[in-house]
């Protein structure tokens, strides 16, 4: 058992319900797999389920624990800070797949 450290950067949504809830009313949760370490009380850019660059969200809250089912999750809670211009999103975009998402794909 262990925790995985989330780059402090990065905040990204696999769930479109979820990133939905966040950029409707200002609030919201994900919940990721395993133990996961979030930055709590720093401003991070959120990404959505393909890779782009959304929106810069604050962590407020981050619980790792064993749910019911007997599975490590972490749960994520943030406050929506800001939408990102075209432009900010256009740059992050691209700076965060040669950075994180891409080399997945280029391997």
Do not use: H
């Amino acid at each position: 058992m262990g925790f995985n450290t989330e780059f402090n950067s990065v905040c990204k949504f696999k769930s479109e319900q979820e990133l939905y809830e966040l950029l409707e009313y200002g609030r919201g949760k994900m919940v990721k797999n395993g133990f996961r370490v979030f930055p709590t009380g720093q401003k991070v850019i959120a990404f959505s389920p393909d890779n782009q660059a959304i929106a810069i969200v604050k962590i407020i809250a981050s619980i790792a624990e064993i749910n019911f089912q007997g599975e490590e999750v972490t749960q994520v809670e943030m406050e929506l800070v800001r939408k990102l211009t075209e432009e900010e999103a256009r740059v992050q975009t691209a700076l965060a797949d040669e950075l994180f998402f891409g080399e997945a794909g280029r391997t």
